[in-house]
């Protein structure tokens, strides 16, 4: 029976070295300025509610603004993931 021939693997030959990409982040400059807007809107909110006992800001929302008040502070944790 004949012998199969050898077959040679091709030498392994790294590829070609690239040059590192320098990678520009988005400016974030808004974030600081938004969280802190959201923080401070959600408290003056909750504040408002309990000094004007219920009438404003929303009346017809009775206690669910103290929900809303939270919710603008919550958004303001939200968008502080943002920051870098």
């Known amino acids: 029976m004949p012998k199969s021939r050898i077959r040679k693997k091709a030498d392994y030959t790294p590829p070609p070295t690239r040059q590192a990409t320098a990678i520009?982040?988005?400016?974030?400059?808004?974030?600081?300025?938004?969280?802190l807007a959201l923080f401070l809107?959600?408290?003056a909110w909750i504040v408002v509610f309990y000094v004007t006992e219920g009438a404003l800001p929303i009346q017809s929302l009775?206690?669910?603004?103290?929900?809303?008040g939270f919710g603008?502070?919550?958004?303001?944790?939200?968008?502080s993931t943002q920051w870098k």
Not at 62 to 68: A, E, K, R, S, Y
Not at 72 to 79: D, K, L, M, P, R
């Open 24 to 35: 520009k982040l988005s400016s974030r400059s808004w974030v600081a300025p938004v969280m």
């Open 72 to 79: 603008f502070i919550a958004a303001g944790f939200g968008v």
């Open 41 to 43: 809107i959600g408290l």
């Open 62 to 68: 009775t206690n669910w603004n103290i929900v809303i």
